[in-house]
Structures are given as C-alpha cells and as structure tokens.
C-alpha cells in the first residue's frame, strides 16, 4: 500500500509541474515609468512620548518611548520646507483635540517626534493567470532625510520587498495603510524597515533600517478588490510582487514621487551613491513568509539577479507545502494541542480551496459544492470572501472568527462549529474529499476521486520546497505550536535546503499559535525583534546574529 501511494504522489507531483506557468516573456524588457501612475502620499511622523514600563527580560520597570500617535501630512501640502508644514500640522491638530476633549487631547509640546518616513501609493501594469495586462496596487516607504543628514552620510540602505500576510478585508492591504491601520499589523511593523526604528535613532549603516520599501498588493485587494485573490498560486504572486518592485524603484529614482512645489522623492535618489548597500531582500509572515520565499524562487530562476542584486530571503510561519498542510489538519499534534480534523482557523481552507478553483487550469471544471459541504457553506464564509469588494460588508480574518462563533450557537451548526470558533474538518469537506483526505494522511491507498487528485496535483504545483535550487540565504521563523500553518512547512523546507543553500532557522523564539507568532516575529517592546535580527544576519551586521543552521 505504501509504495502504492508514494506512486501515486509521485504521478500527481509530474502533473503539477507544468499545471500552473506563468507568462515571463517580456521579464527583461526594461519597464515604462509612464505605464505607472503615483495616486498619493503622507509624510508620516510617529509621536512617541517616554513611559514607564515593565521589562520582561529584566523584571524592572525602565523608560521606554511609546508610539501615541501618528502624524501625517499630505505632500501636496508640504511645499519646500517640510519641517514648517509639520509644525503647522501640530498645531491644528492640538487645537482640534483641545476643542473635542479636554481630557484627551495630546500636547505636541510635551511629546516628541520619532520615526519620520514618506507612504505613497502607486498602481502599476502586471498581468493576471491568463497573461492579460492587469493594473495592481502598491504601497511605497523610504525615509525623510534633511540635508543635514544626508551630509552626515545617512543613505538609503536596501530595497524591502515586504509581502503581506493573509487579508480577508480590502481595508487591510498595504496600499490602504497611509488612510488608517493597524498598529500591530505587518504593514504598519514593516514600514520601520524605512525609518530609524522605534524612537531611539539607529546607526546610519544598520541594513534594517533606512530602507525604501515597496510592499505591493496582491491581485484581488487595493484597484482590484473587485477581482478573485490567486490565494497560494505562489509564481503569479511572485510575478506581479516583482513587478510592483520594477515600478516603485523606477518611479523612485527618476523622481515622480512629488508633492505640490519640488520632488520629495528627495533629490539624493538620483546619485550614483544614493544607496549605501543597494541589494534586495524579500520578507513576509503568514501568506507573506510563502510569497518572499516564491519571490527569491523567481527571481532566481527568471535570471533576475542582475536586476535585482539579491540578499535572501526572510520567511516566517508561511505555507510552503500546502499538502503537508492539509495533512496536518487530519492528525493529532499533542507537541501543539492539535486535535486531528480540527481547523483553528476555518477560513484558511477556504481560501486555499476557493483560490485553487479560481486560478489553476485543473480546477477550473469543478465548483465549491465538489469539495465542501453545504452546511459548510450555509455559514457564508465563500460569501464573505467575496465581499471584500464591499466595505460594509468585508471582514478581517478575526470578524470571521467571531460570526462563526456567532453560528456555533445555532442548533444547526453544532456538530461543525465549537464556541472558540474553531470547525470540524468531517463536516466542512464533502464524503469523498473526507475520505480521501483521510487515506492521504495515513498514507495509504487512495481512492479514484478525480476532483481531489486535481486538488492535490494544483496544490503540489505550489509547493516551495520543491523543483528549485535555491541560490541565496533562506531565513526561517516559525512555531511549533502552528495549528493552521502548521511547523511541517517549516520542517519539510528545512530538510530540503539546509543541503543546498546557507539556511537560518529559528523555531523555539514563541511558543503561540499562528496570528500570535507572526505578531511575535516582528514586535519585541524590549529587545530585538527576529526580524530585524534575521536582517543584520543576512548582511553579517554587528554581533548579534544567529548562526547558519547545521542539521
């Protein structure tokens, strides 16, 4: 029987490779700054003020500046001197707050500035599954030098291509950000990688820090909320992330980013000398960490690296072998607390499924009713994605939680559902896919279900671990304890490139659960977080690194 299925894997695995190609013919070409258009832009300065807080690593109660409020100003207001128009805006900004509450109100004159960096916004042509020409959004963040600091030798550092994690809500993609956020977000944690970090200014030549990063949507949020998000089909996401990083550095230099009286793309990006380091690197958590890995993936295997001079990759808690990950969901983790057939986090296969079926060329004759039970959705959740289109009806991934715990209250729902919120596997997927999905987990012989043979072989054909060679470091974050995108993407990725490639592993950093854990990789109130650690490694910076994984 075993050597039956592995036969089997093996015929699926043959299929998928040519199941999903993308377009690459017009790569090299160089890209028409014209074809991209800037349609906004913030000065954004963070106001911090110094709190009392507990240290954890030393159990003492120490000053540390907190972030208590962000200031933006529109470029378009900022004319040629900045630093006035800034002080304009806190001015009206207090007067306003002293005017809503006088209880609330923050007193600029008794708070600091810290971080200062420039959002823009940009669209920009890529194509889609077909290889039709597609207009894609993105979000832009480099650093506001004075000429002072510039004469102080500050420098743009590197290039971030920052991938963002799983959305289900159109108001949560990067390009959105500069109009409101969230604070604990990786969009808002990666836009530090643009700034001197977190209050207290960094050293000119830390590669973390003073950066310009580009941070694209992925096709389905931003200018295309209207449109299926490809979720997993990792070489088009790749492609049109690498896309959005070709516009933003060529807008960047030839200066299109402007405000109202001069370029606030600042005059020092067009210098031979402009970036102190100048190479690439890309990052991400979640559905971020999978895509910086497929990003690295295609730029290695597309000969981009003259283009893109590139450090490595950054990848955290990310699922690079989907079927691994389906098969962890029908087993029983105690290391995690995973009870086999358990979905923490029901949307994730729905998503996965939903975005299979509308991308890849073995999925297209089949319907969600194939693969899921009605019952499964009668909760709405296909519906809920869709309707990210719709700002009153789109929810992130923790309102999805919360209705579906609402329905777990419901006499129809209580077998499928728990009251965490959490889903029964036995009652989301049809009989066929249960039973399938069972025999796959035990490795033993499958059944002759076309619909999920095609599944698999779709998922395969997205399965980072395999059919590269990687050229260039690979960084690795991820927790045990993972119950929806569980340690054995880590694992499985580790085992294969730790032979080829240098491979940086941290999995023992969090012992939470996924959302925790991403938040966990980017934001330390004390010390470094690993992202920022995994930077200075990749650029064999300071004394702080972790050392090359050795099996």
């Given at each position: 029987m075993?050597?039956?299925y592995?036969?089997a894997?093996?015929?699926?695995v043959?299929?998928?490779?040519?199941?999903?190609?993308?377009e690459?013919a017009d790569?090299?070409?160089?890209?028409n700054v014209n074809?991209?258009v800037?349609?906004?832009?913030?000065?954004r300065?963070?106001?911090?003020r110094?709190?009392?807080m507990m240290?954890?690593e030393t159990?003492?109660?120490e000053?540390?500046?907190?972030?208590?409020?962000?200031l933006?100003?529109?470029v378009?207001?900022l004319g040629?001197?900045?630093e006035?128009?800034?002080?304009?805006?806190?001015a009206?900004r207090?007067?306003a707050?002293?005017?809503?509450?006088?209880s609330?109100?923050?007193d600029?004159?008794?708070?600091y500035?810290?971080?200062?960096?420039?959002?823009?916004?940009?669209?920009?042509p890529?194509?889609?599954?077909?290889?039709?020409?597609?207009i894609?959004?993105?979000?832009?963040?480099f650093?506001?030098?004075t000429?002072?600091?510039w004469?102080d030798?500050y420098?743009f550092?590197?290039?971030v291509?920052?991938?963002?994690c799983t959305?289900t809500?159109?108001?949560e993609?990067?390009?959105?950000?500069p109009?409101?956020g969230f604070f604990?977000?990786d969009?808002?944690?990666?836009?530090?990688?643009?700034?001197?970090?977190?209050?207290?200014r960094?050293?000119?030549d830390?590669?973390?820090?003073?950066?310009v990063?580009?941070m694209?949507?992925?096709?389905?949020?931003?200018?295309?909320?209207d449109?299926?998000?490809?979720?997993?089909?990792?070489e088009l996401t790749?492609?049109q992330?690498?896309d959005?990083?070709?516009?933003?550095i060529?807008?960047?230099?030839?200066?299109?980013?402007?405000?109202?009286?001069?370029s606030?793309?600042?005059?020092?990006a067009?210098?031979?000398?402009?970036f102190?380091?100048?190479k690439?690197f890309s990052?991400g958590a979640?559905?971020?960490g999978?895509?910086?890995?497929?990003?690295?993936r295609?730029?290695?295997q597309?000969?981009?690296?003259e283009e893109?001079?590139?450090?490595?990759s950054?990848?955290?808690?990310g699922?690079?072998?989907?079927v691994?990950?389906?098969?962890?969901?029908?087993?029983?983790?105690?290391g995690?607390?995973?009870?086999?057939?358990?979905?923490t986090m029901?949307v994730?296969?729905?998503?996965i499924?939903k975005?299979?079926?509308?991308?890849n060329p073995?999925?297209?004759?089949?319907k969600?009713?194939d693969?899921?039970?009605?019952?499964?959705?009668d909760?709405g959740?296909?519906?809920?994605?869709?309707?990210k289109?719709y700002?009153?009806?789109?929810?992130?991934t923790?309102?999805?939680?919360?209705h579906?715990?609402?329905?777990?209250?419901n006499?129809?729902?209580k077998?499928?559902?728990t009251s965490?919120?959490r889903a029964k596997?036995?009652?989301?997927?049809?009989?066929?896919g249960?039973d399938?999905?069972?025999?796959l987990?035990?490795?033993q012989?499958?059944?002759?279900?076309?619909?999920?043979?095609?599944?698999?072989?779709a998922?395969e054909?997205?399965n980072?671990?395999?059919?590269?060679?990687?050229?260039h470091?690979?960084c690795?974050?991820h927790?045990m304890r993972?119950?929806v995108?569980p340690y054995p993407?880590?694992?499985?990725?580790?085992d294969?490139?730790?032979?080829?490639?240098?491979?940086?592993?941290?999995?023992?950093?969090?012992?939470q659960d996924?959302i925790?854990?991403?938040t966990?990789?980017?934001f330390?109130?004390?010390?470094?977080s690993?992202d920022?650690?995994?930077?200075r490694?990749?650029f064999n910076?300071?004394?702080n690194?972790?050392?090359?994984?050795?099996n």
């Open positions: 075993k050597k039956f592995l036969a894997i093996g015929l699926l043959m299929l998928a490779v040519s199941a999903q190609n993308v690459t790569l090299h070409q160089p890209v074809d991209a800037v349609t906004g832009g913030v000065l300065t963070q106001v911090l110094d709190s009392l240290n954890s159990g003492r109660m000053k540390a500046p907190v972030v208590v409020d962000y933006d100003v529109p378009d207001e040629s001197k900045p006035e128009a800034i002080e304009a805006a806190k009206a207090r007067s707050m002293r005017r809503a509450s006088a609330n109100w923050l600029y004159g008794d708070y500035s810290g971080v200062a960096y420039y959002l823009y916004t940009f669209n920009y890529s194509i889609d599954k077909h290889g039709n020409r597609i894609l959004s993105s979000l832009m963040a650093p506001y030098f000429e002072s600091n004469n030798g420098r550092n590197n290039i291509i920052g991938c963002h959305i809500s159109n108001k993609c990067p390009s959105l950000y109009s409101g604990q977000s969009v808002n944690m990666m836009q530090y990688y643009a700034s001197w970090g977190k209050g207290i960094k050293a000119k830390d590669p973390a820090y003073y950066n990063l580009i694209p949507d992925y096709e389905g949020y931003g200018v295309t909320k449109r299926p998000h490809p979720y997993l089909y990792q790749a492609r992330v690498i959005g990083v070709r516009y933003g060529a807008l960047f230099k030839q200066g299109r980013f402007t405000g109202k009286d001069e606030v793309s600042p005059q020092w067009q210098r031979s000398d402009a102190r380091y100048g690439y990052i979640s559905q971020g999978s895509v910086a890995m497929a990003v690295q295609f730029i290695e597309n000969n981009l690296t893109f001079p590139f450090k490595g950054i990848c955290a808690d699922p690079y072998d989907p691994a990950t389906l098969k962890y969901y029908m087993k029983e983790d105690t995690s607390g995973h009870e086999a057939g358990e979905l029901p994730a296969i729905a998503l499924i975005g299979m079926l509308d991308t073995l999925m297209m004759k089949y969600p009713t693969f899921f039970t009605q019952l499964f959705l909760t959740i296909l519906t809920i994605i869709a309707d289109q700002p009153s009806l789109e929810m992130t923790d309102d999805v939680k919360a579906l715990k609402s329905l777990a209250k006499e129809k729902y077998n499928m559902l965490d919120g596997l036995e009652y989301v997927l049809t009989d066929r249960w399938y999905m069972t025999k987990a035990k490795d012989e499958l059944p002759p279900y076309e619909e999920m043979d095609d599944l698999i072989s998922l054909s997205n980072l671990t395999k059919g590269w060679t990687p050229q470091p690979i690795l974050f927790s993972d119950t995108v993407n880590c694992v499985n990725a580790r294969i490139f730790h032979s080829m490639v240098t491979l940086y592993l941290l999995d023992i950093y969090t012992s996924h925790k854990a991403c966990d990789f980017m330390n109130a004390w010390g470094t690993p920022i650690k995994f930077i490694t990749l910076y300071g004394d690194q972790y050392p090359p994984y050795n």
